[in-house]
């Protein structure tokens, strides 16, 4: 089931396991009598464990994304995905990641908690991929590299040749994590499936679909890959609630996108708010639904929110990002407040 070009990458270990089969894997199908799984025959349906391969969620995925059920891997949230692939590729103690920074935070928890490495390659001054900088801080125990496109906290997409530089010279599973993909002007990486082997993509009902509540991540990936996160996760790792309800957000399509036009009309008016304030030095474009911004003291500007009872994040000890706060755009109503705030701010 898996191609050969993972298995020199998987774990040996990760090789040669063999799952735990679930009575829900044993048996799924139609039937009038379940008396497999000791689950209390009363309190239908939630008496009963979900599907473990989320498959009626993953239809309604393969149907949006335009991609084999086979290529997807639903978790509980991104994170899963995350954590999964550092366990799957990489030996605890003698492997690490590649990442880029500043970026999301969880690529270095997760492989720290699995004591892997994190070697964090700097984006340039202005937030650019560099991606022979990246390939030269692969060594021989470098497993997995990590992207983030759009970038978290900078918002900006990353150079599509960049990336696709590294998915051509690092042979092993390079991860682009997605998340803000919705708000972008610029298309998904999951066409480029068919030709990297070695590409995960990861995406999540956390922002765009509005659903941070009910931990939904997705996994784009080569079957071979897809099958062993499937091999490594929680038999029941995504549960029926969240099931039902993701199916349910994910059939309203037209609903999330008419919410998105309002963010990214609501991105665009902030922008140019912010860029009036005497205090402001830069703002960062932004192809997410958050905005990233240089102002002349973070963290007199972010405690001063916090008085005004309006909550932003502040990145000022992260990496190239000294002075910048993170701004989420809300409502038009909380906008509005976080405008009068900051034009109450003296300079
Ligand atoms: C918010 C975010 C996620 C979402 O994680 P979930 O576990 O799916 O909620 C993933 N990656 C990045 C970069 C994010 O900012």
């Known amino acids: 089931m898996t191609t050969n070009y993972l298995n020199d990458w998987l774990r040996p270990n990760i090789r040669s396991l063999k799952p735990y089969s679930s009575a ?15 689950e209390n025959p009363y309190n239908e349906p939630y008496n009963r464990y979900p599907d473990p391969m989320q498959r009626e969620l993953k239809q309604q995925i393969s149907y949006l994304k335009d991609l084999a059920p086979e290529y997807i891997f639903t978790g509980n949230g991104s994170d899963e995905a995350i954590d999964l692939v550092i366990r799957a590729f990489c030996e605890p103690a003698t492997d690490n990641i590649v990442t880029i920074t500043p970026s ?6 997760a492989a720290h908690i699995n004591r892997v490495d994190c070697i964090k390659v700097p984006l340039t001054n202005d937030f650019k991929l560099d991606a022979g900088a990246v390939l030269d801080a692969v060594d021989n125990h470098t497993k997995v590299i990590y992207l983030c496109s759009p970038n978290n906290p900078t918002g900006n997409l990353l150079n599509r040749d960049e990336i696709y530089r590294i998915l051509k010279y690092f042979k092993g599973p390079v991860v682009i994590d997605e998340a803000y993909i919705d708000f972008a002007s610029s298309p998904s ?17 956390s922002k765009a679909w509005g659903a941070a509540g009910i931990r939904l991540g997705m996994a784009f990936a080569s079957p071979g890959i897809i099958a062993v996160l499937n091999k490594i996760k929680y038999p029941y790792n995504v549960s029926r609630l969240t099931q039902e309800y993701a199916l349910e957000v994910l059939r309203q399509e037209e609903r999330m996108k008419e919410q998105l036009i309002g963010i990214l009309h609501e ?26 911004v240089r102002v002349n003291d973070a963290n007199a500007t972010y405690n001063f929110l916090v008085e005004k009872k309006v909550i932003v994040r502040n990145r000022h000890t992260v990496a190239l990002c000294e002075d910048c706060i993170r701004i989420t755009v809300g409502t038009p109503e909380e906008n509005r ?9 003296k300079p």
């Open 24 to 38: 829900r894997d044993e048996f799924h199908g139609e039937a009038s009598v379940f008396l497999d799984a000791n």
């Open 104 to 109: 999301y935070g969880m690529y270095e928890v």
């Open 189 to 205: 990486f999951t066409r480029g499936l068919v030709s990297f082997p070695n590409l995960i993509v990861l995406q999540t009902l």
């Open 267 to 292: 991105r665009t008016r902030l922008e140019t708010a912010l860029q009036q304030l005497p205090f402001v030095r830069k703002v960062y474009p932004s192809d997410a639904n958050f905005i990233l």
């Open 337 to 345: 407040q976080l405008l009068k705030a900051l034009n109450e701010m």
